[in-house]
């Protein structure tokens, strides 16, 4: 993987030509620094305007791809409301219109009996998004395997339609036919991603699909953080203050 300098240069680079390219962006751990709680993270000010700016450039190529939900996306960066994949592509807004994947009474009724069984471990937290469930063990890691048994029984549970997305001290259920890779496919059936080469940036095993896509366009994949577990991103950038430096720089 390329080092922080060849990167940077890389994206200044391609964004030489705004009209080729099209940008997706995970958040949690690429835009935004990790937090000990999945609603304990912090938007920096000046960061949804430099993203309107960089995807003013780019002509509204610009999205996010994340496994937080589309409203709650939209409520991290407003007023700005950029095309955005949420749990992990369920939900997809984008100049076609929307895509929602909802949520059975049967995935609601097994959300609830999760919830109430991760009061048996301290620590633990179930972060509700609708149409997916995560189980969130940053804070208590001793319970990791315990909970990953759980997580595997409510995924049989759940059924062929969810599936299990293994992150960081994190295990999620997800619509099974979901996936930041089906996300940026789905983006690219319009404008204005139609016809232009992606680049891709993100921190977690969720953003394996999305990068694998760049890679077989000819486009650019990032993995950010150290370099640790493997991954198909052909390049890297170290944290997410470094990200968030390269978009100012690209926005300016």
């Not at 994340?66 to 007023?79: I, M, N, Q, V």
């Amino acid at each position: 993987m390329q080092d922080d300098t060849t990167t940077q240069e890389m994206l200044s680079l391609v964004l030489g030509e705004p009209e080729h390219w099209a940008m997706f962006l995970d958040i949690d751990g690429t835009l935004l620094n990790l937090a000990p709680t999945p609603d304990a993270i912090e938007v920096p000010e000046d960061l949804p305007g430099h993203l309107h700016r960089l995807s003013n450039k780019l002509g509204g190529a610009l999205a996010l791809v994340t496994g937080r939900s589309l409203a709650y996306a939209d409520e991290l960066f407003k007023p700005f409301a950029f095309p955005t994949a949420g749990l992990h592509g369920a939900e997809i807004r984008s100049a076609a219109g929307m895509h929602t994947v909802e949520a059975t009474p049967e995935f609601q009724a097994l959300k609830h009996a999760l919830t109430a069984e991760a009061e048996h471990y301290p620590g633990v937290l179930i972060e509700d998004k609708g149409a997916a469930v995560a189980a969130h063990y940053r804070l208590a890691p001793e319970y990791e395997k315990v909970i990953e048994e759980r997580m595997h029984y409510y995924a049989e549970l759940a059924g062929p339609n969810w599936a299990l997305q293994l992150g960081k001290r994190v295990f999620e259920l997800r619509p099974a036919r979901s996936s930041k890779g089906d996300a940026l496919e789905r983006f690219f059936q319009s404008d204005p991603f139609k016809n232009r080469c992606p680049i891709t940036i993100g921190d977690d095993l969720t953003d394996e699909s999305m990068f694998a896509i760049a890679n077989a366009r000819g486009g650019v994949s990032v993995r950010v953080g150290a370099i640790g577990a493997p991954s198909c991103a052909t390049s890297r950038l170290s944290s997410a203050a470094l990200v968030r430096n390269v978009i100012a720089a690209l926005a300016a």
